[in-house]
């Protein structure tokens, strides 16, 4: 059942009509909203993105975001600053003004040491955060979708919701306090939204 949705999807995107040019390039800035599966809190920053779409249903984009504080606000910062960097393609018709879109990606979110000392209990394997706070590379996925809305023929306001997965490091305590030692997945919601200018 789920193949044959998808498939139907797929022959609708493909056959759907479109006035817009074949060809564009857009770039935009945008803020940006990340939660962790591991922590509270939500982790704001800033973004921008370069999306190129060689057809009018089909795009390809790159995608940076700092988050320029430290996290998490309410307990020991663990990092200090974090960049994340992707690569994803959506893809949608675009509807008179509107664009829905499914928007699916990869790339990594580099987390920066903590800027003051963090103290931890000798244990092993150690908790997430102590590992977290020497700095480190994290694999990420991100699936979702988004609506972009042409506000002339050169601007749009774009909006963004996705699933953000995260590749936690190992040895450390995964869900349910079982120990990982290879690291694991968390899920996490991201939002991000903004506007740009297509060429």
Not at 26 to 49: C, K, M, N, P, Y
Not at 75 to 102: H, K, M, N, Q, Y
């Amino acid at each position: 059942m789920t193949t044959r949705i998808a498939s139907f999807f797929v022959v609708v995107l493909l056959l759907s009509s479109s006035t817009a040019q074949a060809q564009s390039l857009d770039l935009g800035a945008h803020i940006v909203g990340a939660q962790w599966s591991e922590f509270d809190g939500t982790d704001l920053g800033i973004g921008a993105r370069l999306s190129w779409k060689p057809t009018p249903v089909i795009g390809l984009e790159g995608e940076f975001n700092w988050y320029p504080s430290e996290f998490p606000s309410d307990i020991p910062a663990f990092s200090g600053s974090r960049l994340e960097g992707l690569v994803a393609v959506t893809a949608g018709p675009r509807l008179d003004r509107i664009r829905p879109f499914v928007r699916a990606g990869g790339g990594f979110l580099r987390s920066s040491e903590a800027r003051e000392p963090f103290a931890c209990i000798a244990i092993f394997p150690p908790p997430l955060n102590c590992l977290m706070a020497a700095g480190d590379t994290l694999p990420t996925i991100e699936i979702g979708g988004g609506i972009e809305v042409s506000m002339s023929d050169r601007t749009f306001i774009r909006f963004d919701a996705v699933d953000r997965i995260l590749r936690y490091p190992g040895p450390t305590f995964g869900p349910a306090d079982e120990i990982s030692e290879d690291g694991f997945f968390g899920h996490a919601f991201k939002f991000t939204f903004g506007g740009g200018i297509r060429f």
